[in-house]
Each structure stands twice: as structure tokens, then as C-alpha cells.
């Protein structure tokens, strides 16, 4: 079974701070996805990595995905209140590969 | 141009009730994924549906639970004799290929409350 873990669970900042959520597995898995869930609503995909060691830069939002494709980190520049939400990764499996295993997320609260 | 659109967008059931929950991909998907999510857990895989066939229920409770996507009209999700453990909410999702690796779009779900 594939598993990922995010840390931290919860993050609480102020405006304008910078931050880094992250997420691992001690599988390979063949993309990662980051979402954002804002509450009452649906998963917005945000970005998809597929390379190992690829970097996606999204305007304040930086992706990075693990060399050995195990692991990704989500960092956040000058964060605004505008981020507050609930940062889910999702990975796609080598086999069956419309199956996303999700992480429990990352609870993000930016305050002004 | 809408997206995935899922209703009702919160349905009560008592217990022993049969839940229905609708929903219709974006336009010219013909790929539907169907996610719940508990409180405090992550979104788990639950069935992956194409026009008239279901691909992949490895996920879904043998029990009580059936999917669908017809021909016509919507996915439906149905979740018989509901018991209080399947208060939560659940998210479809379509795609027009199989293939996870670009992402999905996500409906708003349906929260589903069992008393």
C-alpha cells in the first residue's frame, strides 16, 4: 500500500511570512500532484511533477519533486491571507495510474 | 464552460436510508473517479467509472454501495441502508484520458450526513 505523509499537519503564520509544507513516501511514485481544498469545496489542482528533481514555480508557490520521485515540498513566499487552506498532495501509482493516493494535507491559516 | 458539477451539495439521510449522489463531468469527459473523504483523513479512491462500464471498485465497500455512469445522464453514486460511518463527503472527479498524471478536476462534492 502507498502511503504519504505531510508534515506539518497544521501551520499558522503571519502575513508575509515564508513557509514550507512537505510530503513523503517510501514509495516511487510516477507524478505528484499538489491541490488546494478551501472548506465546502472540491481539490483545485495547483500543480502536477513528473521528473525527479523537477521545480515548478506557480508566482509565490515553488514545487519540487524528490530525485528519487519519493517524496515533494510546496514552499510559499511572503504568504497572503489569500493561501489559507488545506494543501492536499496526491500521488499517481506506477500501476493503475489513475489511482491518486492523497496525504491528509496540510492545514495552512495566514493571518493578517 | 462549466466544470464538474456534483448535487445536491448536502444531503441528510437517516439511518437505513438510501443515498443517490449525482454527478456530471466536464464536458467531453468520458472518465468519472469517485474520492470520500472522512473527517481528519485523506481522500480515498473509491471507484473509477467510464461510459457504461466500471473500470476499477477495488475501492468502494462491497456492501451497500453501487456506482454507475450510463449512457445518458449523470454518475450516480448509491449508498443503500446508510449507516452513520458514511457521513462525509464525496468528491468526483473526470478526466478525458485515464491517465492520473496531469490531474483531475475535482466537483464542490456532496456532504452526505446520516442521523
Known amino acids: 500500500t502507498q502511503l504519504l505523509e505531510q508534515s506539518p499537519q497544521f501551520l499558522s503564520i503571519q502575513e508575509g511570512e515564508n513557509l514550507t509544507v512537505y510530503c513523503n513516501s517510501s514509495s516511487v511514485f510516477s507524478s505528484l500532484q499538489w491541490y488546494r481544498q478551501e472548506p465546502g469545496e472540491g481539490p483545485v489542482l495547483l500543480v502536477t511533477v513528473v521528473t525527479g528533481g523537477e521545480v515548478k514555480k506557480l508566482k509565490r508557490l515553488t514545487f519540487q519533486f524528490g530525485d528519487a520521485r519519493k517524496d515533494s515540498s510546496l514552499h510559499i513566499t511572503a504568504a497572503q491571507t489569500g493561501d489559507t487552506g488545506l494543501y492536499l498532495c496526491a500521488g499517481e501509482g506506477r500501476e493503475r495510474n489513475y489511482k491518486l493516493t492523497f496525504g491528509k494535507g496540510t492545514l495552512l491559516t495566514v493571518n493578517p | 464552460n462549466a466544470g464538474v458539477m456534483q448535487n445536491p451539495r448536502h444531503l441528510v439521510r437517516r439511518r437505513g436510508q438510501e443515498a443517490r449522489l449525482r454527478c456530471s463531468p466536464m464536458?467531453?469527459?468520458?472518465?468519472v473517479y469517485w474520492y470520500r473523504q472522512l473527517p481528519e483523513e485523506g481522500l480515498k479512491f473509491m471507484v473509477y467509472l467510464q461510459k457504461e462500464n466500471i473500470i476499477d471498485e477495488s475501492g468502494m465497500p462491497k456492501e451497500r454501495f453501487s456506482a454507475e455512469f450510463p449512457k445518458e445522464g449523470p454518475s450516480i453514486l448509491r449508498i443503500q441502508q446508510v449507516v452513520r460511518g458514511d457521513s462525509a463527503a464525496y468528491f468526483c472527479?473526470?478526466?478525458?484520458?485515464?491517465?492520473?498524471?496531469?490531474?483531475?478536476?475535482f466537483g464542490s462534492g456532496t456532504r452526505l450526513t446520516v442521523v
Open positions: 464536458k467531453g469527459h468520458s472518465h
Open positions: 472527479a473526470s478526466s478525458s484520458s485515464p491517465q492520473g498524471t496531469y490531474g483531475y478536476t
